[in-house]
């Protein structure tokens, strides 16, 4: 089993920061892909960025230019800087890991970042 903890969510005003950190624990061996999601109410998850163990990153429109992450493996640990933020970048955001050697998905319970003036 992995466990996954994030933290670093809260309330900040509109264009302010946040940094989100995932740390992961347990049977990590064999984790390739980590990523990070969010979620509002009566809407689906979706896709915020992700990164490979390689390194190779990936964003969704909406955030690009202004959010980024970043890994360090020999901590097991991904993180979210997120720059500029809007109102509309409020959401609970979840930390995902994939673990190819089993093809299975791991979530952590997921962190509220409130945009708000």
């Known amino acids: 089993q992995v466990q996954l903890v994030e933290s670093g969510g809260g309330l900040v005003q509109p264009g302010g920061s946040l940094r989100l950190s995932c740390a992961a624990s347990?049977?990590?061996?064999?984790?390739?892909?980590m990523a990070w999601y969010r979620q509002v109410p009566g809407n689906q998850r979706e896709l915020v960025a992700l990164?490979?163990?390689?390194?190779?990153?990936k964003y969704a429109d909406s955030v690009k230019g202004r959010f980024i992450i970043s890994r360090e493996n020999a901590k097991n640990t991904v993180y979210l800087q997120m720059d500029s933020l809007r109102p509309e970048d409020t959401a609970v955001y979840y930390c995902?890991?994939?673990?190819?050697?089993?093809?299975?998905?791991?979530w952590g319970q997921g962190t509220q970042v409130t945009v708000s003036s």
């Open positions: 347990g049977s990590i061996g064999g984790i390739t892909t």
């Open positions: 995902y890991a994939f673990r190819a050697i089993y093809n299975i998905n791991y």
């Open positions: 990164i490979s163990n390689g390194g190779t990153t």
